[in-house]
């Protein structure tokens, strides 16, 4: 089955890099993707990236892809206030998406 | 209206009372999806339906009803439901549900709260 875990809380001071990690076990996942939620908002969409890709950079976003040790990560450079929110991998197979429980990021300044 | 729309944002109920929640999506989509957030866990995929089918019923109790009467329209009914079912209860849609690359749109949710 499906099982993707995060660690639940990152600080990071304002200006640094911010990097979430998270592992899945689906290896037949064909798209991993990364998803925002600020309070009292749903999900949004910040990123995904294709199985057959190791890397992928979207403005401050990068996401790396180790497909064979199923890990994925999210940096996000210069980290500002307005990036303080809930990050949440997920891995797509068929339309299902399973999610992770999400990373609280908080920025201090 | 844009995107996904989700009413109410904020439902108490009692155990025993009936209530709906309501999601439209704007978007010409044709997938639609009920998942169930609580707190630090998994997104839980509940429902999903496509073309108004429904081709997902993740062993969800009765006491939860989905209804999709079009494909911009998706209702979740509820009754008789346990303080355990208080959540935040997200809608999304996608433009098809056999296509891997289809993003999901999410609404802003649902806060319930079972007393």
């Known amino acids: 089955g499906e099982d993707v875990e995060q660690s639940l809380f990152l600080s990071v001071r304002e200006g640094d890099s911010s990097v979430i990690n998270c592992t899945y076990t689906?290896?037949?996942?064909?798209?991993l993707y990364w998803y925002k939620q600020e309070p009292g908002a749903g999900l949004q969409l910040l990123t995904y990236i294709f199985s057959n890709m190791d890397m992928k950079q979207d403005q401050r976003l990068t996401v790396l892809l180790n497909k064979k040790d199923k890990h994925l990560s999210l940096r996000i450079a210069d980290t500002q206030t307005g990036d303080s929110a809930i990050y949440f991998c997920a891995e797509k197979n068929d339309y299902k998406l399973s999610f992770g429980a999400g990373t609280t990021v908080t920025v201090r300044a | 209206e844009t995107g996904v729309t989700q009413t109410p944002r904020h439902l108490v109920m009692g155990m025993t009372n009936k209530k709906s929640l309501k999601c439209e999506q704007h978007l010409g989509h044709n997938a639609m999806y009920w998942y169930k957030q609580s707190a630090k866990k998994p997104l839980e995929l509940m429902f999903v339906y496509s073309l108004e089918e429904r081709v997902e019923n993740n062993s969800v109790p009765s006491r939860f009803s989905p209804e999709c009467p079009n494909s911009s329209h998706l209702f979740l009914h509820l009754h008789t439901l346990q303080p355990e079912d208080s959540a935040l209860y997200l809608c999304?849609?996608?433009?098809?549900?056999?296509?891997?690359?289809?993003?999901?749109?999410f609404g802003p949710g649902t806060r319930l709260t079972v007393l």
């Open positions: 689906d290896s037949s996942s064909t798209y």
């Open positions: 999304a849609s996608s433009q098809e549900t056999g296509y891997n690359g289809d993003e999901q749109f």
